[in-house]
């Protein structure tokens, strides 16, 4: 009887380990999400992972937003980018306060669209109590579009790192107590992502415009995952930690390689001293 109890726990025990990594593997993506407005469409491959469309056409977007707001988190999601000629066409993926719009908070990944064959910008920004124009933008290092790729957003009391498949590739630092620079403190953000038509500015400064022969217009996302990260004794290898010397070494790459606009070098849109901007 007592072996027979032992092995009925261990079964049970190994049944509940299978379990929780099957769950890990295939929980429901939208179970975290709320599904927005327009073409917003969920499928389903043969493993049942979950991936969400956005689609683009003249007359309608699309977007969807997190379920729930994070004080203070890391948010993952891969992303493939619409294919082909893209121009005009939005991307983003952003954390947002709710409120008044005049102190909000907003922390920006936008993929900027492009006709065929040249390269995608990714443009990032931060917004703190309704302050902004802390605009950087980079040229990804590989075509976005052909397959899936991970963006990062890890939102700490002392930093926001943005990272592209766990590789840094902006640094902001808290510099409120010391030089007075807006950063977002105290208000809750949730996380959305959104498609959209800007042929006004987003390619070439708005001298492309946007082929409507060619719609829709579609991204796919998978393996949305937001932690909270408000503890400070929480794991560093999830909420990310002070820039090691790889991780340094790889932001002065970026910057080298791949940055191709950079507010603190744009004298009509840069906040505060050439030295508080370079810490954002």
Known sequence: MGQARAYLLASLAAFYLITIAILQVTASMTSDLDMLWGNTKVLQDSTG????????????????????????????????????NSAGIVLAFYMMTEGSWNFHNEIDIEFLGNS?????????????????????GYRLPFDPTLDFHTYSIIWRQQYIQILVDDKPIRHIKNQESYNGSPYPNYQPMRVYCTIWNADDWATQGGQVKTDWTLAPFTA????????????????????????DGTQKQQLEEADAKNKI?????????RIGSTEDCKSQ
């Open 49 to 84: 992972q979950e991936t969400v469309a956005l689609s683009l056409d003249r007359t309608t977007t699309s977007a969807f937003r997190s379920k729930r707001t994070y004080l203070f988190g890391r948010t993952d999601i891969d992303i493939k980018l619409v294919p082909g």
């Open 220 to 243: 796919y996302f998978r393996n949305f995952k937001a932690t909270p990260c408000s503890s400070p004794n929480q794991s560093s290898k999830i909420c990310g930690q002070e820039l």
């Open 261 to 269: 606009y950079d507010y603190c070098s744009d004298p009509k849109r």
């Open 116 to 136: 065929t064959g040249n390269p995608c910008t990714m443009h990032t920004n931060l917004y703190a109590r309704g302050k902004g124009s802390r605009e950087k």
